[in-house]
């Protein structure tokens, strides 16, 4: 069993090149990062074809409700969704 740190050894500052060299044993590798690039991507284009889609199909509905919501603001909140997980998906590849 190997011998405990004394606290004097645990208070030094730890080396610029071991916290580096720690940090990159447990960096994501390739594989993760395609595939969490792919799903956030994905989901990004599957919100934005789907919600034009009901947009489109419930025209009507949404203009005679009265809402104060009309379709600028929710075509407005599907790009800004569809977008933004776009984004995290171009972020994650890229970072």
């Not at 990062?33 to 989901?43: C, H, K, Q």
């Amino acid at each position: 069993m190997p011998s405990q740190p004394s606290v004097a050894q645990l208070q030094q500052p730890a080396e610029v090149k071991d916290a580096l060299a720690l940090q990159q044993q447990h960096y994501d590798c390739t594989p993760c990062r395609l595939m969490g690039s792919a799903v956030f991507t994905g989901m990004g284009i599957y919100s934005y074809a789907s919600g034009m889609r009901q947009l489109r199909e419930r025209n009507v509905e949404i203009m005679r409700s009265g809402s104060r919501f009309g379709l600028g603001a929710r075509k407005g909140a599907i790009y800004v969704l569809s977008g933004s997980l776009v984004g995290l998906g171009v972020y994650r590849l890229t970072n």
